[in-house]
């Protein structure tokens, strides 16, 4: 059925009642229709009227920032090529969690809460549509990787690689098993993971393995990733001293690839006993290379920081204090007669040992009767005059990488600590994790990381907004402790941005951009409805102008 709408007017001319159409305004959408019938009516409209309705207010501002940066990444053609309902799933999944992470249930309970399931088109998706989507992306993670690496990768580059585990509830999971828990959780089934950086932070790739494989036994498939699956001829990859055994060197050389790391204690030892390291050295600088028949065909570059020797020292001697104090309680016990057996008295004692673990400087001597303790002075002098020296190893030959820039690189290793701080963290929560099929805990950590490789270029595109240092000074000393600009000085003293707006962190910003609403008004008298953005804020306006035009860069 056709509809016309016709602006008349009546009058009368000799006598008679005329009618005259005045303009055809069929053409308008319904709701302005209702406001030229509201206006006709002498009824207030626009901004003077008192009875529009807001139906609705949805977040909005959180979801065009994360949409923006994600387009401006290409992320969708990341995850595939070709559009389909299971890539848009998977999108904002990906959105969802670097605004408000959650649990697949809650997330398609969240996904209406905001713009984000409009903008995407999965209005009405439930917890096992997100499931198979999710199977979905966990099948597609080795092309997603590829494409990452082909654009942030190139033969020669710098690559991060580091461990660490997360729980679980639950101990159906194959891979959960019980190994050294980095988050302190004793007792509980875990998984490892390994994260793949380039120089920068950037994730390119994450590998899940059992939760009780040794950090180094997790290097070789990173080997054979980088130089098979992503093609790259040459590469340096940092590692932590973690991953070094013989066998994984032996590797990195055969594979063509190069390494920076750094030496273990025994090591650094070995090296100070036998006159290689000479703590002369450090007398009038920080840094010097040296070399060992011990490494052959290797650099070591010996660094020492005073800032670090003085904590370890300060905290050696804490140490110690508290377990001589809860010895000596022992000891006064033993001596009342209410505690007695050597066996006993060796069992307080390793609680003491097991609490400080500081019982290779002090000299126990128990009996039945007696227990008494001094300290090793001699032998924590020795480990007193190694305090702040730390010995890095690189196969990289010295005309390609400086002793400074050895130091730096390996000093970029923080980049990925700070990825895991932020998988695991309340920003994305990773963990714990509650899946139960080992191909859905694959697939869960890699979306977690899709939505981290998401949410590091937005902070990038946000430090004008955030505490974040925008413009790090460089450093003449690679060894001393890294200092802010003056700039971010100030903005931490006043908390104000160079603007003069409020200074965010990641987590505030976003919170702010989520009052941004888009506004479901109804016009009064009617069925008919129109959108309308609440006006941004200065900082909101700036965020998203931000985050759409941020330069993304290999």
């Known amino acids: 059925m056709y509809v016309s709408h016709l602006l008349r007017r009546s009058y009368r001319e000799g006598g008679k009642v005329r009618n005259e159409t005045v303009g055809n305004i069929s053409h308008l959408p319904e709701e302005l229709v209702e406001l030229v019938r509201a206006g006709l009516r002498g009824e207030a409209v626009g901004v003077l009227s008192g009875a529009f309705a807001i139906e609705r207010s949805l977040p909005a501002g959180h979801v065009q920032a994360a949409l ?178 013989k066998a994984n060197l032996q590797q990195i050389g055969e594979q063509g690839a190069r390494f920076i790391t750094a030496l273990k204690a025994p090591q650094v030892k070995r090296l100070a006993s036998s006159g290689a390291l000479q703590l002369s050295l450090f007398d009038e600088q920080n840094l010097a290379e040296i070399s060992s028949e011990e490494y052959p065909g290797e650099r070591l570059i010996v660094c ?18 508290a377990s001589e104090r809860a010895l000596a309680e022992i000891a006064r016990r033993v001596h009342a007669g209410t505690l007695t057996g050597a066996d006993q008295i060796g069992l307080a004692v390793g609680a003491v040992a097991n609490k400080w673990k500081v019982k290779k400087h002090l000299d126990i001597k128990i009996d039945q009767a007696s227990l008494t303790f001094a300290r090793k002075q001699q032998q924590i002098d020795a480990e007193a005059a190694l305090d702040g020296i730390y010995v890095l190893r690189t196969s990289v030959p010295q005309p390609e990488l400086a002793a400074p820039d050895v130091v730096r690189s390996y000093k970029q290793l923080k980049e990925v600590e700070r990825g895991f701080r932020t998988l695991k963290g309340p920003e994305l929560e990773l963990r714990p994790i509650h899946h139960r099929l080992e191909q859905r805990v694959r697939a869960h ?52 941005t160079e603007g003069g707006g409020h200074a965010h962190s990641y987590k505030s910003l976003i919170a702010e951009l989520a009052t941004l609403t888009r506004n479901t008004i109804r016009v009064p008298g009617s069925s008919a409805t129109f959108e309308k953005l609440a006006n941004a804020n200065t900082t909101q306006a700036k965020a998203l102008e931000l985050a759409a035009n941020a330069p993304v860069t290999a």
Request: charged share 30%; aromatic share 6%.
């Open 68 to 245: 923006a940066m994600a387009r401006r990444l290409e992320l969708a053609r990341l995850v595939d090529r070709s559009p389909s309902r299971a890539r848009e799933l998977v999108l904002a999944m990906v959105c969802q969690r670097v605004i408000a992470p959650a649990s697949k249930l809650k997330t398609s309970r969240l996904l209406s809460l905001s713009t984000l399931a409009d903008e995407l088109g999965v209005r009405g998706a439930d917890e096992d549509e997100l499931y198979r989507a999710l199977d979905w992306l966990g099948e597609r993670q080795q092309k997603i990787e590829d494409r990452l690496a082909r654009r942030h990768l190139r033969a020669g580059e710098l690559v991060l690689y580091d461990v660490s585990s997360s729980y679980f509830e639950g101990r159906s999971c194959p891979l959960a098993k019980l190994g050294y828990s980095r988050d302190g959780k004793r007792g509980t089934l875990q998984i490892i993971y390994g994260l793949l950086c380039d120089r920068s932070g950037r994730p390119i790739s994450v590998e899940v393995f059992d939760g009780n494989l040794h950090d180094d036994r997790t290097l070789q498939a990173q080997l054979e990733k980088l130089t098979g699956r992503f093609g790259l001829q040459t590469v340096v990859v940092v590692a932590d001293r973690g991953m070094v055994t």
């Open 304 to 321: 020492r920081n005073p800032l670090v020797a003085a904590e370890r020292s300060r905290k050696r001697e804490e140490l110690l204090a």
């Open 445 to 496: 950590v890699f979306l977690c990381m899709l939505a981290y490789y998401l949410s590091w270029h937005l902070r990038e595109a946000w430090a004008p907004l955030l505490f974040k240092d925008e413009h790090p000074p460089p450093t003449t000393d690679p060894v001393a402790k890294a200092k802010r600009s003056p700039s971010a000085q100030r903005k931490a003293a006043s908390k104000r």
